[in-house]
């Protein structure tokens, strides 16, 4: 079956600790993004990505940084300097091929990151 | 950054009855799209309309849009307590220079009673 496979399902971390967020699909598409969903708020995007090895900052990118060195694949790392990591990460794609521009989004199941 | 509002917060209905949620944005759009999200899951697509047009139905969903207002509305009809979850509109614009990306609002928790 086609889809986005978001893993870990729940992740802890202490303070000070890199992790890394796995994101993949295979579902042929182009753009692939990273949200983060906190309780009561919206999705706030953190970094997306249009093509492979290239990448643009969203509204939240600082802390985080991303990679693109394959079509299928886009890991989000929490890094240390993010002041507030425990959040639910959703991962999203969406293909740009005669979309006219719809953005239509399959999500994954997300990560559940928490903070010890 | 630019994001819909969606409006109540928090609705509580009874199974059977219809559902409406309303979304408002701030600038102009090149369509909106309603999502669903069951708890500690991903999002779901459910309907998209396009700034040209002005009424969608897909099964028990109907969605309304209105330029002038900078509004939608999603109507579920008929609910069941299976339509229990939180339900987001979300915005495509035009960035200058850069593809359309989508801008989420912070959500409507819908409960439907047995």
């Known amino acids: 079956d086609g889809g986005i496979t978001q893993s870990p399902k729940y992740l802890f971390r202490k303070e000070g600790q890199n992790v890394t967020l796995s994101c993949e699909q295979n579902?042929?598409?182009?753009?692939m993004y990273w949200y983060r969903q906190d309780p009561g708020q919206g999705l706030r995007l953190i970094y997306y990505?249009?093509?492979?090895?290239?990448?643009q900052k969203g509204d939240i990118a600082e802390g985080y940084s991303v990679s693109r060195e394959k079509k299928e694949s886009f890991p989000l790392t929490v890094t240390s300097a993010q002041k507030n990591p425990t959040a639910f990460y959703l991962c999203a794609s969406t293909s740009l091929a005669g979309s006219s521009g719809a953005n239509v989004l399959t999500f994954g199941a997300g990560s559940r990151l928490t903070v010890l | 950054s630019q994001q819909g509002e969606e409006d109540p917060q928090a609705l509580s209905i009874q199974e059977g009855e219809n559902a409406t949620m309303n979304c408002s944005y701030k600038?102009?759009?090149?369509?909106l799209q309603w999502y669903r999200q069951n708890s500690g899951r991903g999002l779901v697509h459910l309907i998209l309309i396009r700034s040209n047009e002005r009424e969608k139905h897909s099964g028990r969903l109907r969605v309304t849009l209105d330029t002038s207002k900078k509004s939608s509305s999603l109507l579920i009809t008929a609910s069941r307590a299976a339509d229990t979850a939180s339900y987001f509109c979300a915005t495509v614009y035009f960035n200058t220079g850069a593809n359309s990306k989508l801008t989420f609002g912070k959500g409507i928790t819908l409960s439907v009673r047995p």
């Open positions: 600038t102009s759009i090149n369509n």
């Open positions: 579902l042929n598409h182009d753009a």
């Open positions: 990505s249009q093509i492979v090895n290239d990448f």
